[in-house]
């Protein structure tokens, strides 16, 4: 027994925001901006919620599977940027699409969080738990970042990406993830402080900080050695493998792994150049990008890794 992934779907923001446009704003440039990370341009949220573009990317995903919301069993949503610290992403979700019969939470992972969420239902299907589950990785970065820091801003952008799971004979072959919490400071965004009549914390969130060459050295290292566990489990090598989905947050992190793995460059599809990073959502959004657009078919093989803020890492194969 399987569990395989019978539809996807994405939602980015509306609005889309070239680097040249950015640097109106912010101290940078186009040319900075693309040489150092491929990006180009991302979507910034306006009116759109993390709950408004996870909804209906799960709408879309379930058009495809060719089921209605009701019959889901699970919903598990994969943000760092959620709307409300409770309720969830997930139950908001849940009440949206109408989705009355499942389960619903999130999961916080940062940019591995899909993959980490994956795995999680994933064990919940196969245990005969929930007979299937919408996955989904969704966030609005915007809100978080500190847009005087010219070092973060320009990297990060807005959208959901899902995936709906049943049982099948093929599909998710095995799934490696980790986590080095020891190094998590390196990429940060505290939430409120201790706040009561006791002690007066101050009342506002901070926003996102990154020492961007420790979270650089760590995915170049980190990313094809997960990847290389999860091919070994499956007693498979980069020959075998058609597409690898990894984690959109730089061109260059991509290209290093590629050369790693010794595998083809045209091998690693990229959404990066138009969506920036966009964390929990990059990899749902790329799947969903290579069933639409990129002609993916029945049985190719597809390895899929994510790190990111934790610190995680996680990868996956699968017989798509
Ligand atoms: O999802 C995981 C999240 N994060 C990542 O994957 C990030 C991994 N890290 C990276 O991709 C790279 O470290 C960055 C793209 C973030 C930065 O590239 P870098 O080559 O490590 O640049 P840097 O931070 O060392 O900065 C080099 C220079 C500095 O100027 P000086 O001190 O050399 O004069 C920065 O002030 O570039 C400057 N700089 C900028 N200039 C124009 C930093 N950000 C910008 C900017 N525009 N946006």
């Known amino acids: 027994m399987a569990v395989r992934i019978i539809g996807t779907g994405s939602c980015l923001a509306e609005k889309e925001v070239t680097n040249d446009e950015l640097a ?4 940078t440039s186009d040319e900075w901006i693309s040489s150092r990370t491929g990006i180009k341009k991302r ?7 993390t709950t408004s573009m996870a909804s209906e990317a799960a709408r879309r995903a379930l058009e495809m599977a060719g089921r209605d919301a009701s019959e889901v069993d699970l919903i598990i949503v994969a943000t760092v940027t959620p709307d409300y610290y409770t309720p969830s992403v997930a139950c908001q979700v849940q009440a949206e699409i109408g989705a009355d019969n499942a389960i619903a939470f999130d999961v916080n992972a940062a940019c591995s969080g899909f993959v980490f969420a994956l795995n999680t239902a994933k064990m919940y299907i196969e245990t005969g738990y929930t007979k299937n589950a919408l996955v989904i990785g969704a966030e609005t970065l915007s809100k978080i970042m500190d847009w005087n820091d010219r070092g973060t801003c320009v990297l990060f952008g807005d959208g959901a990406g899902a995936a709906y799971l049943e049982e099948s004979d093929m599909g998710i072959i095995n799934i490696v993830q980790g986590s080095i ?3 998590g400071m390196v990429l940060n965004c505290r939430a409120r402080k201790t706040n009561n009549v006791f002690v007066q914390g101050e009342i506002e969130p901070d926003f996102l900080h ?5 979270v650089y050295k760590f995915a170049v290292r980190q990313c094809p050695k997960c990847l290389l566990e999860a091919l ?3 007693d498979m090598t980069p020959e075998d493998i058609d597409y690898f989905v990894l984690h959109q947050a730089n061109v ?6 590629a050369k790693r793995l010794k595998a083809p460059i045209e091998k690693f599809p990229m959404t990066l150049d138009y969506t920036g990073n966009m964390s929990a959502a990059s990899v749902p959004v790329m799947l969903d990008e290579l069933v639409r657009e990129r002609g993916i078919k029945r049985g190719d093989k597809v390895a899929v890794s994510a790190f990111g803020a934790g610190l995680t890492y996680a990868a996956a194969i699968i017989e798509w």
């Open 24 to 27: 109106k704003y912010v101290d």
């Open 43 to 49: 979507r910034i949220a306006i009116e759109e919620t």
């Open 181 to 183: 919490g020891k190094k």
């Open 210 to 214: 990154m020492d961007g060459q420790e």
């Open 232 to 234: 070994e489990k499956a």
């Open 252 to 257: 260059r992190i991509i290209q290093s792994v």
